[in-house]
């Protein structure tokens, strides 16, 4: 990496196009400006916390403080997106081992989805299927915010944008609608590869 480069690069979209009514504008402006803000303030952040002064340090307000209360807010910005954009583009067929672990953990498959489904019109802004290793089986969470519902030691394997500017543009508040041309192009190989990583699965 060259000096003085951005410690955090905005990586490409993983896929040329999406079916089911989920649109190349809604991908470009949610991957090329959404994403990629995320990105660079995490950057300007990280930058900025080098010579915040943390003499001044307090509860109440120091500006090391908003930069700390910000610095994960940007990086799980960065971070569930990279998930989201990294599990679409394939033909939303179940498949792999992760399918097993997830009939395991929620009784079937469809207990599951009914789940997720459930947890998405509930969530402000992000439902998470992840790994938890402190009782070493799936889950799904709910966050409202970027920085907000994770649990410390459990890991993405799969999730779900669903703040507005996700759907929007294709579906107005049609969150269903959305959510089922979601569920249409999910890659299910690349989820698998993703949870033998988190340990999930066994490589």
């Known amino acids: 990496m060259a000096e003085n480069a951005p410690v955090h690069q905005v990586k490409p979209l993983p896929f040329a196009l999406l079916g089911g009514g989920i649109s190349d504008k809604t991908n470009q402006i949610h991957h ?15 930058a900025a916390l080098k010579t915040s002064d943390k003499t001044k340090a307090n509860a109440t307000y120091s500006a090391f403080g908003e930069l700390k209360r910000q610095e994960s807010f940007a990086a799980n ?3 569930l997106h990279e998930i989201f954009f990294g599990i679409l583009g394939g033909d939303g067929k179940p498949s792999g081992r992760i399918v097993d672990m997830i009939a395991k953990d929620f009784g079937s498959f469809d207990a599951w989805k009914e789940d997720f489904l459930a947890c998405a019109m509930t969530a402000r802004g992000w439902v998470v299927l992840a790994y938890d290793h402190s009782d070493g089986r799936l889950h799904n969470y709910v966050g409202d915010a ?3 519902g994770g649990i410390w030691g459990a890991v993405p394997v799969l ?4 703040y507005e500017h996700a759907y929007f543009i294709d579906f107005g508040s049609d969150r269903k609608a959305y959510l089922e041309a979601y ?9 698998d590869e993703m949870a033998k990583t988190t340990g999930a699965v066994k490589k």
């Open 77 to 79: 910005g960065m971070i």
């Open 32 to 46: 090329n400006k959404l994403y990629a803000g995320y990105v660079n303030k995490r950057n300007e952040i990280e």
């Open 159 to 162: 999730n779900c944008d669903v």
């Open 183 to 191: 569920f249409k192009n999910i890659d299910w190989k690349a989820i």
């Open 146 to 148: 970027h920085n907000q």
